[in-house]
């Protein structure tokens, strides 16, 4: 249970006997406020907070083999509520805690070695940061040196290609030769004369 809760749990204590002109048992307290969750062992826990806090709040009847058996309320309790109660007060304390942190924190000098660890944790992020930048460079190098390279070799592993009328012309030539050659044999046979060439029937043709 929440410290505000308990507060307000021992606001409604109070309340309850400040409506009451006579003595009560913990146990109505429990049966009217906490059952069936709680025991009655943390009412009766709640009752000492409260004796224990100004014990002019409640008066307390023993009994039954407990030192707080009934309670009643006294000209100190409505009082007490009346300036706001256990709530009131946890609400005061969490403020002056609240402020006393946020004065503390706004005027707090760093020590030396939380100086140092801040420092340490800046040069850490700036090389991280480096680190990444320099890989982001290098891929981005990469990557245009592979684009030239491959702009480059496409440029010059071209395949020469030929026209069909090249490739026509080229044959008959071959073609041509192949001629010559037979006929070149035929004359060599027939006239038993082993000078003659290519160049010479090529020379002769054109004469």
């Known amino acids: 249970m929440s410290e505000f809760f308990k507060s307000e749990l021992k606001d409604r204590f109070l309340e309850y006997a400040a409506d009451r002109d006579d003595y009560f048992e913990v146990q109505l307290l429990y049966d ?5 969750h709680y025991s009655l062992a943390y009412a009766q826990k709640l009752i000492d907070e409260i004796l224990e806090y100004d014990h002019r709040l409640l008066e307390v009847m023993s009994g039954n083999g407990a030192k707080v058996f009934m309670v009643a309320s006294t000209p100190e309790t409505v009082d007490f509520l009346e300036e706001g109660g256990f709530t009131d007060l946890y609400i005061r304390e969490e403020e ?24 340490d944790s800046k040069k850490a992020t700036l090389k991280k940061e480096k680190r990444l930048l320099f890989l982001l460079i290098f891929a981005v190098a990469f990557s245009f040196l ?62």
Do not use: C, M
């Open 96 to 119: 002056k805690w609240d402020t006393f942190f946020e004065h503390l924190s706004n005027n707090r000098k760093l020590t030396q070695e939380e100086i140092a660890i801040l420092d």
């Open 146 to 207: 592979f684009a030239l390279f491959s702009i480059l070799k496409d440029s010059f592993s071209k395949e020469e290609y030929i026209t069909r009328q090249e490739l026509e012309e080229r044959l008959q030539a071959l073609q041509s030769n192949d001629e010559k050659e037979i006929l070149i044999e035929e004359v060599k046979a027939e006239n038993g004369d082993d000078s003659i060439s290519v160049d010479n029937i090529a020379v002769g043709n054109t004469e």
């Open 32 to 36: 009217e406020f906490l059952r069936p």
